[in-house]
């Protein structure tokens, strides 16, 4: 094999297959590129907070009639039948829903001297659709400290707006984290009050949400044994800007509440990544192009030396062999540097995406993906080589 290596190098064309590389070289490193960095912005961020597009989810409810003001019925609300065909549309990833409490609650707390009651309300979710979990998220009836986690929006109407106009004072998360609160359940003949303490803010819910399994002991001690149908849903989807969203909701005279916002973002990141790809991917094919004929010439260059080693007794896939090494060298270096570039790219951007809470998503797919587009470059490539070859 030495021989054939020997005649085979003479008539190779540097320039050639510098220009193949080059171009595999720079096709391959955008397309890559193109994909960890959608990666990075469609991952769900690690931290508590929601991000430009990790949060994808609406909350539903429906319309109430102008009539409800006029009557003592309950709120419309959904039945098994309607989350059911909810779950069955395919931009629903999941459907949440809420828990309603169906006894009297208070809460009371006092601020610089002066101390503030009301009626308050209660609701619960699964915990996977809450966007934060703060340490202490449970209920043990055995040592009865109710978690509230409520809406940030709430802490701004009091910041700005109840607190300005009274005179008290302003609170930060972390200063009304540490405010107690006395928390009085009435119904069904008992009366108790109970510790509580609020333990996280979110940006997703706007409600004043306690952990399922203090809903589901409350409610057995304190409700009135009815049970209904929720009144709101809380719903995974794909892409909150998806018009068959807004179809849907329209024709079952639903309404959604929640930033939409982040689907557009999200449209827009897979927008950039697919012009990205699809101009790496017509780099690659250029640079395919120019490998193939290079072939071509090379192969017709050296066909009297093919010729001539297939009359020694050297079988035509012999002598291809010390091309498809060549190409397969080639291809497997290209894609070690095309990773290398990925790896450095998104360690360039990582810091500004952390600066908005995304977490940052795995190479694994853009590896994967740079993988089986070098092993489908290089088979074709190794056919090519075989073709050629073989007709000499």
Known sequence: MKLVAKILRQNISIA????????????????????KFYCDLTTEPAADDDTVIGADYIVISRR??????????NAPAFSEADIAELKAQPWVRGVGAFTNANFDIYGSVSLGGRGLSTALFFESIPDRYIDITPEGWSFDPADPTVPVIISKDYLALYNFGFAA????????????SQVPLAIT???????????????????????????ETFMTWANSRYGDGRTSDPSRLIVEVTDPADPAIHKYLDSHDIEAAGDRGSGRTGRIASVITTVASAVGAVIACLALIIVSLSIFLLVRKNRRAISDLIFLGYTAREVS???????????????????AIMLAASWLWHDTLAAIGLGGGSPLSAIVIGAGLTAVITLVNTITIARLTAKH
């Not at 109430?64 to 003592?72: D, T």
């Not at 069904?188 to 706007?206: A, E, H, K, M, W």
């Open 165 to 176: 106009s009274r005179g008290l004072p302003q609170l930060s998360e972390e200063m009304i």
């Open 185 to 211: 359940l009435r119904g069904n003949g008992r009366s108790d009050s109970l510790p509580g303490r609020i333990v996280g803010f979110s940006s997703r819910l706007n409600t004043v949400a306690v952990p």
């Open 64 to 73: 109430v009639p102008i009539l409800a003001a006029f009557s003592n019925s």
């Open 16 to 35: 050639q297959f510098a220009a193949y590389t080059l171009a595999s070289l720079v096709g391959l490193a955008i397309i890559m590129t193109a994909v």
């Open 321 to 339: 062999a010390y091309y498809k090494r060549l190409i397969i060298t080639i291809n497997v270096c290209v894609f070690a540097a095309a990773t």
